[in-house]
């Protein structure tokens, strides 16, 4: 029985390392033959509080590059609680965490492995999803440039942490490693929001409408290498934009208290 948020966190790290461990069971003779994978594992808890904060609270520990986002209804807002979680990778091909063995004796990749908390309220949406479906979340990735018409907002009334003028750049590579995430950060939330601003604003709504962005995105990338089967994809966002990987999105709502 989960009695206080400590003891949650810890009962979600230990389901990580039991994870871990089945991995590398999965093979009898050479540890190094068994997969690794990305985790991300969520608790939704009610919270005996009554501080007007919210009496529900979300967690999730995370390893790797899947991500989680709230919806405050009653704000109108969403939020990307992971945030930041692949800072510190340089390649776009580096997750930044793993279980499996990667690590001498085959330990995990532990570079990123994180514990998330948020205060919600009944009706706020939860969407976690691997990053086959957030990479299509990202700006770069869908072959806009860094200009408000393209973004569709101004990163600069909406990203205190934006200090630079976005007005004359154009070229992601001129940005930092933090201003970019800050700007993409914003570009994740508004595009969530937009979708539930359309009418997407039930959890299978919002999921299917994520899903169908990914398919849309990728087409002329799937086209391109049905009929060029042995022929290397060209690197253009523009012409090919968006990323083809593992694409999974759950979204559920937060109950009311006596659901």
């Known amino acids: 029985k989960i009695t206080e ?3 949650a966190g810890h009962m979600l790290l230990r389901s990580f390392d039991a994870s871990h461990k089945k991995i590398l069971a999965s093979t009898r003779e050479d540890i190094w033959e068994a997969g690794t994978t990305t985790l991300i594992g969520c608790l939704l808890l009610e919270l005996d509080v009554d ?4 009496n529900f609270g979300f967690l999730c520990a995370s390893v790797g590059d899947c991500k989680a986002f709230v919806y405050h209804r009653k704000a109108d807002t969403v939020i990307d609680i992971t945030a930041g979680n692949r800072l510190h990778v340089k390649d776009k091909r580096d997750p930044g965490g793993r279980l499996g063995p990667y690590a001498p004796g085959g330990a995990p990749d532990l570079r990123n492995l994180s514990l998330y908390f948020v205060r919600c309220y009944p009706g706020d949406l ?13 700006p770069e990735q869908l072959g806009l440039k860094l200009d408000p018409n393209q973004l569709g907002f101004n990163p600069l009334l909406y990203g205190p942490n934006i200090q630079r003028s976005l007005l004359d750049i154009k070229d992601w590579s001129l940005l930092g490693r933090q201003e970019s995430e800050d700007v993409k950060k914003l570009f994740r939330e508004y595009f969530i929001l937009n979708l539930i601003k359309k009418g997407k604003d039930s959890p299978k709504e919002l999921t299917e409408g994520l899903i169908r962005h990914c398919e849309e995105t990728t087409k002329s990338s799937r086209d391109f290498m049905e009929n060029n089967p042995n022929t290397a994809q060209p690197s253009d966002y ?3 934009p ?6 999974t999105c759950i979204t559920f709502c937060v109950p009311s208290a006596n659901e």
């Open 238 to 240: 523009v012409k090919y």
């Open 51 to 54: 501080d007007n904060k919210g």
């Open 126 to 138: 939860i969407i976690a999803m691997s990053d086959g479906v957030h990479d299509n979340l990202d």
């Open 5 to 7: 948020l400590r003891g």
């Open 242 to 247: 968006g990323k083809m990987d593992h694409t």
